[in-house]
């Protein structure tokens, strides 16, 4: 296969180099690709030694305004003009198309009209990845090597993807980015690596948990061989229930299968929790409670992808109610949070089929604590989403703090 070079790329800035993907974006309704796009499309794919491009992947998405059958022919038309700009440029890699459908942006913040558009512009896209054999980038100058580092202690997470339900093996570039980054970890610093473990429901669940656990295995030997001081850790998270399917349209339900086929790298900087009950947590309000205190609710763990208090939930707020009303200068954020989701910050709430779990959870506290008579200026509340989880253990995340703003 060959590229064909254009002239303009010697106008393009040299930071499009060593990109691992590339976004092109449409505004509402339109479906062409401008020739400027077109150029940036053809150098981006430039960048990569021909003789080593295995596949091109097509992540398609659109925004959550109008019609959804509409959307969704938008989204079509989208590709095949992106496919034409690639048979038109001999560009003869093989195409996969993954359509991700709506991006919601439903999050209970009040955007600006203009603000707003800026937000939808960018979710009117589809983003251009290039997988490659031996997963070197290079600018017809010289190689760019991947230098791995994926664990950071601020970013401690990267997931890793199966394409099919059977796959039970790592492809060649997550393979060789998993190896570098492990060679780099600080083993000073990093006391192990949990390996959290999923996969979607086939309906033969027995082959789904024997497949997660060949890739597991296969996971945890490629760390330890190429890291043997560091512990790993599996924790089989089983089925991902495609209930809220209902929430996506029908040609989209197989890329969200895909993203459930993963496992998902944590490296712990210190001791992995496993148990809340080790955390010494602050489960009461008190004369002592100042600002920025975090009050964490004993029985305050959710079912799976419900936000409906359960009855020990609700008796251990009924006790907060009263601290409250005793403590009545404290003022409170009442904050939902959720475990295991990818690549985002927020999960679907089963009730609702919307992403807005952690929020739901938030408010289904807030709401309990009015209507037993705390008053409602001194509360507010908010989702995070899985941005600040306790431990690897899911069950310490699917929880409510209670943080004191002021006092």
Known sequence: MKIKLLMLVILINTSIYAQKYHSVFFSNGNTKISNDNSTQIVNYLNQFDPKNLK??????????????????ILSQKRVTGLKLIFKKNKITTPIIVNYQGVVDITNNHKYSSTELEDIRNKNRRIDVHVATTNYVITDNKK??????????????????????????????????????????????KVKSISLNVYNDDSGNYENDNLISKKRAEELKNIINTNSPNIDVHINYRGNFKTEIKKAYLDQH?????????RIELVANYGDPVTDISSLNLVHTFSQESRAGDRIHLKHGVFTDNKSILTKEMANELDRVVMQL??????????????????????AIDKDTGKLELSINRAKVVYSYLIKKGVDAKRLRFKGYGNQKPLGFDEELNKRIELYILRS
Do not use: M, W
């Not at 090597?145 to 492809?171: D, I, P, R």
């Not at 339900?253 to 086929?261: A, C, D, I, M, P």
């Not at 009303?325 to 927020?346: D, F, M």
């Open 143 to 188: 190689n760019i090597k991947n230098e791995g580092a994926l664990f950071t202690e601020k970013e401690n997470k990267h997931a890793v993807f199966y394409g099919s339900a059977s796959n039970t093996v790592l492809n060649f570039p997550d393979r060789q980015e998993i190896i570098t980054s492990i060679k780099k970890i600080d083993t000073e």
């Open 55 to 72: 596949s091109i992947t097509l992540n398609v998405y659109n925004d959550d305004t109008g019609n959804d059958k509409i959307n969704a």
């Open 253 to 261: 339900v197989e890329y969200l299968k895909n993203k459930n086929r």
């Open 325 to 346: 009303n005793k403590y009545s200068k404290l003022h409170v954020e009442i904050q939902g949070h959720i475990c295991c989701t990818n690549g985002g910050h927020e």
